[in-house]
């Protein structure tokens, strides 16, 4: 039987205070994608417009082109083109959501908001079974960061 007597997101905070920007920057994008795959299905599409809604034109370009990689047609990097095809992706609609979500956190920390911030944000998202999960690649990255990344 397993003991654990620290809770998951408060080891995730103290691994964020304890690593390098890369780090946490990769450590926020894994908490993206662990709150993407916790999304009811039902709900992916609210979410890929809310994303898609605050992307820029560079952004929305990249996503085109991830699209285009699927070979869902020709890809046209603007709103009403990828949020037409969202439907089209299939089994891909989330890893979509994924790439859009992270884009939209990249921005926001690039305007300003701290990794912490937008960490802890999404860590209140995350149910205790995924945050466990989390905590584990938190710690991968903290041994990744120490052992002498590029920081």
């Given amino acids: 039987m397993a003991l654990c007597f620290v809770d998951p997101a408060d080891a995730i905070r103290a691994i964020t205070d304890s690593i390098g920007r890369e780090a946490r920057r990769q450590l926020l994008g894994e908490a993206v994608r662990a709150w993407v795959d916790e999304i009811p299905d039902h709900e992916l ?11 820029d ?17 020709h890809p046209i990097p603007n709103r009403d083109f990828l949020m037409g095809a969202f439907g089209s992706l299939g089994e ?5 959501l994924k790439l859009a979500a ?27 079974p995924r945050l466990m999960k989390l905590a584990g690649e938190a710690l991968e990255l903290y041994v990744w960061d120490r052992a002498g990344s590029e920081n």
């Fill in 92 to 96: 891909n609609r989330r890893e979509a």
């Fill in 57 to 73: 034109e560079h952004d929305l370009s990249m996503l085109a082109a991830w699209h285009g990689s699927l070979e869902v047609g």
């Fill in 102 to 128: 992270g884009f939209r956190g990249e921005e926001a920390v690039d305007a300003g908001i701290t990794e912490e911030a937008a960490l802890e944000l999404v860590l209140g998202l995350l149910s205790p």
């Fill in 45 to 55: 599409e609210t979410h890929y417009a809310k994303a898609l809604s605050e992307l």
